[in-house]
């Protein structure tokens, strides 16, 4: 681990105070001592590897220019600020990352003031650091910088160029460096494009552009109409001397680049050229993801969170997992391929997650039956409305905490039209070490109330492919089908498709003494908890038989199922993997409380908070969803 090893430099470099205190030319040394530190941890302590590696130049040169944290640093996603961490007062600690009660994933305030903003959603950073620069234009503190840092990737989000148009509209000093991955480096720039780059980032010319830009407005020459249609004309004349065009040339946004991202000096000295310039202004940088890592270089998708490797050799340390039951993804991606095989009706939709959703396996086999949109979760739900509105049979998967970003779409471009968009939101409950940014703690609640919609978790692997296969049967109209991360419970996951009757659920198991009701896999946990309550009543010599329900869908409820528990039952026990208020339970005791029953009713759920990162068994234990834990509340709940 990188504590137990000595550095030359990074072993002094406790905050970005120190890393100031260096002369310039040892910069590259510390590049090259931090991006072997990332390697280090990472071999033996799973992350975010490759994007980290690509921005270990950068991160050092923004903590060296910039007085951090008095100036603003806002990372765009938090995959590219491992080095950021470790500079700013987090290297002893980097051990624990993303481990229960250590260093958070991504970025946080709450964790380090150097941690300016909450990033663990993709093309928030413009947004944010906007805010922040106006804020401080507000309160007079001129003096301060903010700086967003985002990727190519992140670039394609709704909400980026939310920001940039109203950055360019908007009196401010922001300065937005864009991290451009998506193609090599070009070392031969050219001479030309190498001169405007120096030009339009020397102070003389900056001094002497204000100067004359003050003076042309005293005279009444110049007004900001007329300064925005200069910088406009000055953009262009960039873009056709230097053969490169991109969309900041319209938006009065000074764009200077593109530069090597792998060049920490002269980033050192680009930066310091246009630190204090006033306006809005863009840094077109190209970097290479998993740069220093051969095999990261070679492939970065793989190696964005590779797992433990051998840091020497580049091997992956992949566990067997031969004899386990598949991933829930898996089963989703070869579903997917199995009903598009047969109904030429569907595609497949997905906002640049098709590795991490299994949508690859239909785009290799149908490349033109698939479409990743980009990271663009709400374009993603309204682009298969669209779709579906013509006849085609759209199936949407996006991770449910990313579909958070899309519930004006769903409802207004799905829902009301009772559009066939089959939405399905992969890692569905706590996902683990990603923490609370990427939990799907609220999808429950915040579909229930749409209207037309039917909400359905499946079990296990045979009831996701069987609620795939029903909903993209004939008028299903808008269906939800939410599965978590990770492995299932059959092995034998391949089965018959057939249809489930929409808003039908299962009994699995009768009992007199009281009625557990579950949605989704938790039920496994139920299924062992109901075991052990009943062994120990057992044991106490006391009879105790427990009723366990699959409601298999939030919407419609089956209330044949809720006629029979009110009947039967007076006690009633609701289980699910969200946040308690607004799904299952609330549904349960919606229908009671309509109905005139007063049946006593314990709902068991993810709490009123955010919850912290950690293994999914260590997370479910705190949030009292293990099945020790939920033994422990049938046997106090029948009690009373």
Not at 150 to 161: C, E, K, N, P, Q
Not at 503 to 509: P, V
Not at 562 to 589: C, K, N, P, W
């Amino acid at each position: 681990m990188s504590k137990e090893r000595n550095f030359n430099l990074l072993s002094k470099i406790n905050l970005p105070a120190d890393l100031r205190q260096l002369p310039v030319e040892k910069l590259p040394e510390v590049c090259a001592e931090l991006r072997q530190d990332i390697i280090d941890e990472l071999a033996d302590n799973p992350g975010h590897f490759a994007s980290s590696l690509g921005v270990v130049e950068l991160t050092v040169a923004l903590h060296y220019v910039f007085n951090t944290p008095y100036d603003r640093i806002v990372w765009d996603v938090g995959h590219q600020a491992y080095g950021h961490k470790i500079l700013t007062g987090r290297r002893e600690r980097f051990s624990t990352n993303r481990k229960l009660h250590g260093i958070c994933p991504f970025p946080s305030p709450e964790e380090s003031e150097y941690d300016s903003f909450t990033c663990g959603h993709a093309s928030n950073s413009i947004s944010a650091a906007l805010g922040m620069s106006v804020a401080f234009e507000e309160k007079g503190e001129t003096d301060r910088n903010v700086i967003a840092v985002i990727g190519d990737g992140s670039m394609s989000g709704g909400l980026a160029f939310e920001g940039l148009n109203n950055a360019s509209s908007t009196p401010n000093n922001l300065l937005i460096i864009l991290n451009d991955n998506n193609m090599s480096i070009d070392r031969s720039v050219g001479g030309m494009k190498h001169y405007l780059l120096q030009l339009h980032t020397s102070p003389w010319y900056n001094r002497l552009r204000f100067q004359v830009s003050q003076k042309l407005y005293r005279w009444g020459v110049l007004n900001d109409e007329r300064k925005n249609s200069i910088i406009r004309f000055n953009n262009s004349v960039k873009s056709l001397i230097s053969n490169q065009q991109n969309i900041f040339e319209g938006m009065n946004i000074r764009y200077f680049g593109p530069c090597n991202g792998h060049n920490v000096l002269e980033l050192v000295q680009v930066l310091r050229d246009i630190k204090n310039m006033k306006g809005p202004k863009l840094l077109h940088l190209h970097t290479v993801k998993g740069k220093g890592f051969k095999p990261a270089e070679q492939a970065a998708t793989i190696w964005h969170a590779p797992g433990k490797f051998d840091k020497d050799t580049g091997q992956r340390i992949v566990s067997d997992t031969s004899g386990q039951p598949p991933r829930f993804q898996d089963v989703f991606g070869n579903t997917l391929l199995e009903l598009a095989q047969q109904n030429d009706r569907i595609v497949g939709v997905t906002p640049a997650m098709p590795t991490g959703c299994s949508m690859n396996i239909l785009m290799k086999a149908m490349p033109d039956r698939a479409f990743d949109v980009g990271i663009a979760e709400g374009h993603a739900v309204t682009f298969s409305g669209g779709m579906a509105k013509e006849g085609m049979l759209p199936f949407c998967n996006i991770y449910s905490a990313f579909a958070q970003r899309a519930y004006d779409n769903i409802i207004h471009d799905v829902a009301i039209q009772r559009l066939n968009v089959v939405l399905c939101l992969d890692r569905a409950g706590l996902v683990g070490e990603d923490g609370p940014t990427h939990h799907g703690a609220f999808d429950l609640a915040y579909l229930r109330p749409i209207p037309h919609l039917t909400i359905s978790s499946p079990r296990n692997e045979h009831e996701l492919r069987h609620l795939m296969y029903t909903a993209q049967l004939p008028d299903k109209g808008p269906f939800v089908i939410r599965y978590p991360r990770g492995r299932g419970h059959l092995v034998d996951w391949k089965c018959a498709m057939k249809e489930i009757p929409v808003g039908k659920g299962e009994k699995l198991k009768d009992g007199e003494s009281l009625a557990v009701l579950t949605l989704g896999p938790i039920a496994y946990e139920a299924g062992k908890a109901i075991e052990q309550a009943e062994k120990e009543a057992q044991e106490r010599g006391e009879k105790l038989t427990v009723a366990h329900y699959d409601m298999r869908f939030l919407k419609p409820i089956d209330t044949e199922i809720l006629e029979e528990v009110a009947q039967r039952f007076t006690h009633v026990m609701t289980l699910e993997d969200g946040v308690i208020s607004g799904g299952l339970g609330s549904a349960v005791l919606e229908y009671m409380a309509d109905k005139g029953y007063a049946l006593k009713v314990k709902r068991l759920g993810l709490p009123d908070e955010f919850v912290e990162h950690g293994s999914v068994e260590q997370l479910y234990q705190i949030v009292g969803l293990d099945s020790n834990s939920i033994a422990r509340e049938i046997i106090q709940f029948v009690k009373h």
